[in-house]
């Protein structure tokens, strides 16, 4: 039986999380406390025990999330045994250390850019995002062409669940257009910027040398990536991927229609919440999934 392991992104985050991991494997709380080391503030406290708000920081939520997908692949041992991996935006660094591609620690140092980067050209810009619902992808993509101010189809999520992403006018008008055309509902997000969107574009320029300069290798099973929602192994190739994953498209659901073509038969989901399982059986109700545990 093929078996595919995903992580989560952003938004799977909860107070509480990785506490349990932390107080029942010694290893699990090394690799913890080398974090707060790292990172320069101690994530653990408020992984555990701080406030939503203080958890929902893009600086403290991406770090976050690979922690705790990461050390929980690492705590399966050898049960953790992928015939494939993927992971939606953020997850895809997650996937790409507990496969063996990147060490903990740059996988780490490199979330923290990646969050410290995305913040900042959030800042730099205000934008926006919005869900669309009950929509072909293509209308969504076709709409969004025709406005003239920055909004794309960001995250294709599932079908009939499409995020864009782009400029507050942007988006604003796009919501009204895409309404109109017969979309169920157009949403708009509590998120601080336009994520895989043009307007990331600094953030991917700071962030393209610090990918250049990490040790890649190849993982022990294909990586599905974002941008191109097909298994890849060459760590060249990884490189240009993730380089492009943030002003790129998160192609999940195209992902996961790959990974079911290319013989996926389970699929455990790494990381909090089960955001990601309830995404695929969107795609086919009866797909078996579940949550790693230890």
């Not at 895409?178 to 997000?189: F, N």
């Not at 290798?217 to 890849?232: F, L």
Request: aromatic fraction near 6%; include cysteine; glycine fraction near 8%.
């Amino acid at each position: 039986m093929k078996k595919a392991y995903v992580f989560p992104g952003q938004g799977a985050q909860f107070v509480g999380m990785g506490k349990d991991l932390y107080d029942s494997s010694e290893d699990a709380k090394a690799l913890f406390e080398k974090a707060n080391k790292i990172l320069g503030f101690n994530i653990t406290e408020i992984m555990f025990s701080g406030t939503d708000e203080a958890l929902k920081q893009t600086n403290v939520t991406q770090p976050a999330i690979f922690l705790h997908s990461v050390i929980l692949a690492k705590a399966l041992g050898d049960s953790f045994q992928p015939d494939m991996a993927a992971g939606h935006s953020l997850g895809e660094f997650s996937a790409l250390v507990a496969c063996g591609a990147m060490s903990f620690e740059d996988g780490l140092n490199l979330v923290a850019k990646r969050a410290n980067a995305m913040q900042k050209a959030c800042e730099a810009e205000p934008s926006t995002m919005a869900a669309v619902l009950g929509m072909e992808d293509a209308d969504v993509e076709r709409i969004c062409a025709s406005i003239d101010e920055v909004v794309v189809a960001a995250n294709y999520n599932c079908p009939g669940q499409l995020v864009i992403s782009g400029s507050i006018a942007g988006v604003d008008f796009a919501c009204e257009k895409l309404t109109e055309a017969g979309a169920k509902r157009a949403i708009k997000l509590p998120v601080g910027g336009a994520f895989h969107s043009p307007l990331m574009e600094p953030a991917r320029a700071e962030l393209e040398a610090a990918i250049k300069n990490t040790e890649i290798s190849s993982p022990i099973c294909p990586i599905y990536q974002n941008v191109v929602a097909k298994g890849v192994t060459s760590p060249t190739e990884i490189k240009e991927n993730l380089i492009a994953q943030l002003t790129g498209a998160v192609r999940w659901t195209q992902t996961m229609n790959q990974m079911i073509a290319d013989g996926a038969e389970h699929l455990t989901e790494v990381g909090p919440g089960k955001v990601l399982q309830g995404l695929i059986k969107k795609v086919d109700r009866q797909f078996p999934t579940e949550s790693a545990s230890i």
